[in-house]
């Protein structure tokens, strides 16, 4: 795609990064069969096509408006788009450069500005978070539906391992994840225990900085990253073998930790080891095979009717972590069947944030999954990203569980 680029950012880091992005993309549309929000809105401007199309525009020196706001809001960053794309466009990256331009040159209003900073100053702070949540946990029962379905009952991270071992893993706790689904790092550690390994968690990390990059806080997510790295690195440099995510989502992001810091000089070489030494829970219990493989031979064998079970695939895992197959091979080891799930590619609608911001196509997404989910009459559902779950689990009376919890529960038995 031929550019010229304006004044304002021609000469600068992001426009030289957007312009390499924008030259490869070949205008072929293919990204526009696997985009969410063409599917449902068939418009070329809901597609990441259409988006490129708004961004190169407004790069090239066009006014932004809010409708090319509007347009760019929509995209739930699934990067869906970049699975599909032959000529390796990134577009999750230039939509970042788009979006943050755009919002400094077309404002938004009070009320649209007021929500998102509530939601970058109390999700990405895990004490801030967690005392809300367990407010509104204590008054679940007389919230109206709608805030309701997003406060999930509270549950406990269960019975925490003894043994201490050699080999030590470090997990990210996150922000959301510790008041609404404690077990999941829970089940995390007890899994890992089996497997001789001990998973800690570091005094002082936190949000891993994706909230804030998502709604157009790069300097706050970087800040995140800084902290996190902090926190962490006196545990890699006294031994720790690596860092364990058990939320896809938080993993894609800490993934990004490197370009994010290229330019600092103080964290550039620190983020460039965190991403060398950061894996998905699911790589990292799939590297243990060998201890696995016996242990789970001496589980009692699944009752007939618990064997269905249904895989969520969140989009941090299937398109920017590029994991597919991995989680099916250990759930079918554990003895489930897999049932088939329809358009697998396609995103939940949770995404983040997108399910508070725009709340009407993050519905009828998640509708659509949910059918697809359970056209297989599957017992329950099982994903690996903390938001999708609890966004399923809000719409559905079918159990919805991150896959660590349903192989830790295997185990037990």
Do not use: W
């Given at each position: 795609m031929e550019t010229h680029l304006a004044d304002f950012i021609r000469h600068t880091a992001a426009g030289?990064?957007?312009?390499?992005?924008?030259?490869?993309?070949?205008?072929?549309?293919?990204?526009?069969?696997?985009?969410?929000?063409?599917?449902?809105?068939?418009?070329?401007?809901?597609?990441?096509?259409?988006?490129?199309?708004?961004?190169?525009?407004?790069?090239?020196?066009?006014?932004?408006?809010?409708?090319?706001?509007?347009?760019?809001?929509?995209?739930?960053?699934?990067?869906?788009?970049?699975?599909?794309?032959?000529?390796?466009?990134?577009?999750?990256?230039?939509?970042?450069?788009?979006?943050?331009?755009?919002?400094?040159?077309?404002?938004?209003?009070?009320?649209?500005?007021?929500?998102?900073?509530?939601?970058?100053?109390?999700?990405?702070?895990?004490?801030?978070?967690?005392a809300a949540m367990k407010m509104g946990q204590s008054v679940r029962l007389m919230l109206p539906g709608v805030l309701r379905a997003m406060v999930p009952p509270m549950s406990s991270a269960g019975p925490a391992p003894r043994r201490s071992h050699a080999r030590r893993l470090i997990a990210l706790a996150g922000c959301a994840q510790p008041a609404m689904y404690p077990n999941i790092n829970g089940a995390a550690r007890r899994v890992l225990d089996r497997l001789g390994i001990q998973m800690i968690e570091a005094a002082g990390a936190g949000c891993c900085g994706a909230v804030r990059q998502h709604l157009n806080a790069a300097a706050g997510a970087q800040d995140d990253a800084r902290r996190n790295i902090d926190a962490w690195w006196p545990l890699l440099e006294s031994g720790a073998e690596g860092l364990v995510m058990t939320a896809s989502g938080c993993c894609s992001h800490v993934l990004e930790y490197a370009h994010q810091l290229q330019d600092d000089p103080d964290y550039a070489v620190k983020a460039a080891r965190v991403v060398l030494a950061t894996r998905d829970i699911s790589e990292v219990i799939t590297a243990e095979a060998a201890a696995l493989t016996p242990l789970l031979a001496a589980c009692k064998p699944l009752p007939e009717k618990q064997r269905l079970?249904?895989?969520?695939?969140?989009?941090?895992?299937?398109?920017?972590?590029?994991?597919?197959?991995?989680?099916?091979?250990?759930?079918?080891?554990?003895?489930?069947?897999?049932?088939?799930?329809?358009?697998?590619h396609l995103c939940c609608g949770s995404a983040g944030t997108y399910s508070v911001l725009q709340p009407a196509l993050s519905k009828r997404l998640l509708d659509n999954k949910l059918t697809a989910l359970k056209a297989g009459a599957p017992v329950a559902i099982a994903s690996a990203n903390v938001g999708c779950i609890g966004h399923m689990q809000g719409a559905t009376d079918l159990p919805v569980k991150h896959w660590i919890e349903v192989l830790d529960q295997r185990l037990s038995s």
């Open positions: 030289r990064e957007a312009e390499e992005i924008l030259r490869r993309c070949v205008h072929c549309g293919f990204c526009n069969a696997t985009c969410p929000t063409y599917q449902l809105l068939g418009d070329e401007l809901d597609s990441p096509r259409g988006r490129i199309y708004l961004i190169k525009q407004v790069l090239e020196g066009a006014e932004p408006t809010e409708k090319t706001r509007l347009h760019l809001d929509r995209c739930l960053s699934c990067r869906s788009c970049e699975t599909t794309c032959p000529s390796g466009v990134r577009y999750t990256r230039l939509l970042d450069i788009g979006r943050e331009v755009v919002e400094s040159k077309a404002p938004r209003t009070a009320a649209d500005a007021f929500m998102r900073s509530v939601l970058r100053n109390l999700l990405p702070r895990p004490a801030l978070f967690g079970l249904a895989f969520h695939t969140p989009c941090s895992l299937q398109h920017a972590l590029k994991i597919r197959g991995t989680v099916e091979s250990l759930l079918a080891a554990a003895g489930y069947t897999l049932t088939a799930v329809a358009d697998s």
